[in-house]
């Protein structure tokens, strides 16, 4: 029973979409489950790397610290999505730390077992690649907007990203349930909570979104995304 529900979410997972049964049902013992805590830290920062991750639910953060303690969310990662993969190619170190953002089930792959999955079905090489690139997007993405782009932009593009992977239409709007906090927000546009908080009014005062305490609603997709830019 076990193996067979990891074998349905594996399949869905789109690293592993492309197996077929007998390759699933090959994987399936080499995953490891974990019931982790909110908060709680699945790696740090320039340990060993010695598994890489999926998120069965839940939502888990990689981020790095600055001098002074601050984090710089590089990413939020939710069902179905990898983390730690990075290090499996590369043999160094976690390049990040991760934890997670609400009570979370995640599973993990032991590294030589990888290894080994990987030299037996090289098309799985071919997706972590895929999945490295839009990683490697995302982040290049990350350091011109917060080079180039103030504030109000970031945090418009964030919203739109939201809406984009965990919003629900409703008539002609837009809700967002938000799963992350004002200070988790600030941490991902690389600002200060009270910057967020005074950024979303004006937002709600020019007609583009809603709030209703962690309830976005995008009103106006399009100025938006005029305002992102």
């Known amino acids: ?6 074998i349905d979410y594996l399949a869905k997972t789109p690293i592993f979409s492309g197996l077929s049964r007998a390759e699933l049902d090959e994987l399936a013992p080499l995953v490891i489950k974990r019931c982790l805590k909110k908060d709680t830290v699945v790696f740090h920062e320039h340990d060993p790397a010695s598994a890489f991750y999926l998120v069965r639910s839940g939502k888990v953060k990689v981020y790095k610290l600055s001098r002074d303690g601050r984090e710089q969310i590089l990413t939020i990662l939710g069902e179905g999505q990898i983390f730690g993969d990075v290090p ?5 170190p976690y390049p990040a730390t991760a934890a997670t953002m609400e009570d ?4 993990l792959i032991r590294r030589d077992d990888f290894h080994e999955l990987m030299r037996r079905h090289p098309e799985i090489s071919i997706k972590v690649i895929q999945v490295l690139g839009q990683r490697l997007r995302q982040s290049m993405e990350l350091v011109r907007d917060l080079s180039f782009k103030q504030v109000p932009h970031r945090l418009a593009g964030l919203l739109l990203r939201l809406a984009r992977d965990e919003g629900h ?4 709007d837009i809700l967002v349930d938000l799963s992350m906090s004002r200070q988790e927000i600030a941490e991902v546009v690389g600002t200060s909570r009270e910057t967020v908080t005074r950024e979303l009014k ?18 106006d997709q399009e100025r938006l995304k005029a305002w992102a830019r």
């Not at 029973?1 to 990891?6: P, S």
């Not at 979370?104 to 599973?107: G, L, N």
């Not at 239409?169 to 002609?172: A, V, Y």
Request: net charge negative; no cysteine.
């Open 1 to 6: 029973m076990e193996d067979g529900g990891k």
């Open 88 to 92: 499996v190619f590369d043999g160094g």
């Open 104 to 107: 979370s089930e995640i599973y």
């Open 169 to 172: 239409t409703s008539g002609e």
């Open 202 to 219: 004006k937002m709600e005062k020019a007609g583009l979104i809603g709030i209703d305490r962690r309830l976005i609603t995008i009103r």
